[in-house]
């Protein structure tokens, strides 16, 4: 048994077989023009009938059923005295039905398979597809039958007048529509079949013409039963059907709508389809416009809403009856597109084109302003939607609202009644707070810990390098404490840092109760507080199902790029953590794309999709290869974002006057990445130091050996460390070391990273001193000074960095405080940080 055809093959079955007969109508509309004779009739009749005079289409004699069926086709024209004479006709027997199905299907067959070949004069004349002629003849009262003989099960005999005109002007069948009259006399029931749909139509008792029947791919209907038709499966369409839009962008268009199997066949069907993974959206060539409306008119579950000022239904010029190529239909008229843009907390301004019906609706505005340096009006928030309904009102004029996001964040501005907006942050109760950590915090700071608690605990704190965010984080975490345990996701060279933060400014925590995962075996939620650097937190994802309520991200702008293993750790992570403290001095190193993954982290809602974020902010643009977001747009409005809901950012300048004029750092590095030799000699070093009974001499000895081997075992640590000052965005500082492996190991380096970095140790030369400090302050990119404690403590000016490292300690503290004074001289005008790395268990400890 074969199996049935589904929709969609009948549909394009059908389809085929319509090309096919439109293009046969084309041509022998071609034969006509050329031929000037007459066109050959043919008759079926019985083999008894002969032809003779008549004044009307003669009814077919009754037959009994097993006669079988009789086609009969007569062509007749006038006399100019109206006589008709007919034609020289021949004629043809059908005894059976299936003997009319093999006809009917071997005309199909070749119809499809060979469209420009002609078949016999009998054949093409019985065609159901042939004109309609311009005066189609009276015809008496009887059933108008249009069938397709497939199935042969009629019971009774049917005797078919087909008739064809000739000498008349035919257009092609463009659209698969023909018109014909077929009268016919029948009894009984006619045959069904899926290829041609039987129609009954009954003719008036008066005679009069039949033109209101047309022949279409499902057979004979009259033309009031096609229009209803066409009305109710429009109207169908319109309620069941699923429903886009399509966008221009320059010399394409994309096209916005959820999956549709049909559609998107037609998609593929389209020489210049483009995917956008991004968007995920499909795009094409404007050439392929036209072609995409026309075939989107044909599928019944799909409506697009067209361009506006693009004419989709226009056709290519084509050729008419008269012989004419058609003009294509005059454009649109041009519209005037533009965006409304936030200059402030309380306005916006509307960035669009000239449009003297626009300018009257502004200044119908109350609160409108013209400036002129910019040529754009602008008005308070609180009449945004105002305005936005009222300029939809006009023709030709598209305005685009501010987005979604801006209207959440604004959302008090924009139902504001007053002109005055107030930006103080409600003071918060710390008194579940330890009171060290309360008692030590500067006022700019306790504005800080304020804003967070206003905004529940999420938010990106900003503040420049050296405000103290590390004592502002665990303040905020220790407000919400009842939600512990906590997570703390750190650069891994300052892990131990943190460690000793918490117990510096929490007395009441248990020490404990602090976990610092140091390996990917380490249990990460083993303490009450938990450490982990993002390279282990990307290791540990399998321990990450326990969720974390709190979590702090220091120097978050290593998740920068959604891509990478840390941030694809990080964010599953953010994403059900109920308080999110980002930290970072540099949110955004060099784009505003940067900003991407930290924003989502505090306020998911705001962007679900990057592409939305990339069009407002990074001056997106198609590219051959895709989309480049590495641009800048917005910039202002993108600062007032952040600044409402999600950023805090305080500069040095801005605090200058609560800032001490230096800020010492006692940095822990980790003794673990100390490699198992050095260990070796560092605790032989360490075990002769506590041995007894030793001279003073004999002491000095076993220290300075110990603190050789400390310089060592710290190289790794030391590396680390500026690297990740570097990746955080500190252009120009100074790291002074002791030994000379030690300044060795930090300039091949920095050599090895290609940044920019001068030397001055024992061998340079008092000439050659003064041009590298002079290059190094004149230097405008990334720039560090490696410099030794004993040969460069005195006598140079760095006042161009505000930040030393020191790499080891060393003997006398007032060489150190005279390598500190290297920054902290005239010509300063910020706080410097002094930065010292320790390691627990070395000469650190002793010196």
Excluded at 364 to 391: A, C, G, P
Excluded at 585 to 599: D, F, K, N, V, W
Aim: charged letters at 20%.
């Amino acid at each position: 048994m074969s199996l049935p055809l589904t929709e969609e093959q009948r549909k394009k079955i059908e389809e085929n077989r319509q090309k096919a007969l439109a293009r046969r109508a084309e041509k022998l509309l071609a034969e006509q023009h050329q031929s000037t004779g007459s066109v050959s009739s043919i008759a079926a009749s019985s083999p008894q009938a002969k032809p003779g005079p008549s004044h009307s289409l003669p009814k077919g004699p009754s037959k009994p059923a097993s006669h079988g069926i009789i086609f009969k086709q007569q062509i007749s024209s006038s006399s100019p005295t109206g006589d008709q004479r007919p034609h020289n006709s021949d004629s043809f027997h059908i005894s059976t039905p299936d003997q009319a199905k093999r006809i009917w299907k071997r005309q199909e067959e070749m119809s499809t398979a060979c469209p420009g070949h002609s078949p016999p004069s009998q054949m093409t004349h019985t065609e159901l597809s042939l004109p309609l002629a311009q005066n189609p003849p009276s015809v008496p009262n009887q059933q108008l039958l249009g069938f397709e003989l497939g199935q042969g099960h009629p019971q009774a005999s049917h005797e078919i007048n087909l008739t064809s005109f000739a000498n008349t002007t035919h257009k092609p069948l463009a659209k698969a529509k023909c018109s014909q009259e077929i009268p016919a006399s029948s009894s009984g029931q006619p045959p069904m079949d899926a290829k041609l749909e039987v129609k009954t139509v009954k003719a008036s008792t008066s005679g009069q013409n039949i033109s209101g029947i047309h022949c279409g791919s499902g057979g004979v209907m009259p033309k009031t039963g096609e229009k209803q038709q066409k009305l109710g499966s429009s109207l169908q369409k319109a309620v069941t059907s699923q429903k886009g839009t399509c966008e221009r962008n320059g010399d394409r268009f994309q096209v916005n709508i959820g999956y549709n199997a049909e559609l998107l066949a037609v998609f593929k069907s389209l020489p210049s389809r483009s995917y956008d993974s991004h968007t995920k959206t499909w795009n094409f060539s404007m050439t392929d416009y036209s072609a995409l409306m026309k075939a989107v008119q044909h599928l019944p579950t799909v409506t697009l809403k067209p361009l506006e000022g693009v004419d989709g239904s226009e056709e290519s010029p084509s050729t008419s009856s008269g012989g004419q190529a058609s003009l294509p239909s005059a454009p649109s008229l041009a519209f005037v597109k533009g965006q409304c843009m936030l200059i402030s907390r309380a306005r916006f301004e509307a960035d669009i084109s000239y449009s003297e019906n626009l300018i009257a609706l502004f200044k119908q505005m109350d609160s409108r302003k013209y400036d002129v340096k910019t040529r754009k009006w602008n008005f308070l928030l609180e009449e945004h939607n105002e305005l936005i309904k009222r300029v939809r009102c006009l023709p030709q004029v598209q305005l685009d609202p501010l987005p979604t996001t801006l209207t959440l964040a604004f959302a008090s501005q924009l139902k504001k009644t007053s002109l005055h907006l107030t930006a103080d942050v409600p003071e918060a109760d710390l008194s579940e707070v330890d009171s060290k950590l309360v008692y030590n915090l500067m006022p700019f700071q306790r504005t800080g810990v304020n804003f967070a608690i206003a905004k529940e605990g999420r938010l990106l704190l900003a503040d420049d390098m050296g405000l103290g965010k590390t004592i502002q984080a665990i303040c905020i975490a220790a407000f919400y404490r009842k939600e512990w345990p906590l997570l703390v996701v750190v650069p891994s060279s300052v892990r131990f840092t943190w460690e000793q933060a918490f117990l510096r400014w929490l007395p009441s925590l248990n020490p404990n109760s602090i976990n610092v995962v140091v390996t990917g075996k380490d249990r990460l939620t083993a303490g009450l507080v938990n450490i982990v650097s993002f390279d282990l937190l990307s290791k540990l994802e399998k321990q990450l199902k326990t969720p974390f309520k709190v979590v702090i991200i220091d120097e978050s702008h290593f998740l920068k790029n959604s891509r990478t293993a840390r941030c694809r750790a990080a964010m599953p992570v953010l994403k059900v953590a109920k308080r999110v403290i980002l930290l970072s001095g540099t949110p955004a190193m060099s784009r505003p794309a940067e900003l991407y993954t930290q924003i989502i982290a505090v306020k998911p809602t705001y962007f679900p999709q990057f592409h939305a974020f990339g069009l407002r902010y990074c001056n997106a643009k198609r590219m051959p290869w895709g989309w480049d977001y590495s641009g800048s747009s917005n910039l202002g409005e993108l600062k007032l974002l952040l600044e409402e809901a999600v950023m805090l950012r305080r500069l040095k300048s801005d605090v200058l006057s609560q800032l001490p004029a230096k800020q010492r750092k006692m940095v822990l590095v980790a003794p673990g990445q100390i490699n198992a030799r050095a260990r070796a000699a560092l605790d032989a070093a360490a075990k002769e130091m506590t041995t007894k009974d030793k001279t003073k001499q004999q002491q000095k000895e076993a220290l300075i050996l110990f603190f050789n081997r400390t310089a060592e075992a710290k190289i790794p640590s030391v590396i680390e460390y500026i690297l990740d000052l570097l990746e955080s965005g500190k252009e120009k500082f100074l790291v002074f070391a002791h030994h000379k492996v030690v300044l060795d190991a930090i300039t091949k380096e920095l050599e090895r990273k290609h940044v920019q970095h001068i030397r001055i140790d024992g061998s340079t030369s008092s000439a050659d001193r003064e041009d590298l400090c002079q290059q190094f302050q004149l230097c405008e990119r990334h720039a560090v000074a490696v410099l030794s404690i004993t040969a460069a403590n005195m006598g140079l000016t760095f006042s161009a960095a505000d930040l030393v490292v020191f790499a080891e300690l060393f003997w006398n503290p007032g060489v150190l405080i005279q390598a500190e004074d290297r920054v902290h001289r005239i010509g300063q005008t910020s706080s410097v940080g002094i930065h010292y790395l320790v390691a627990k268990g070395t000469a650190d400890d002793y010196l």
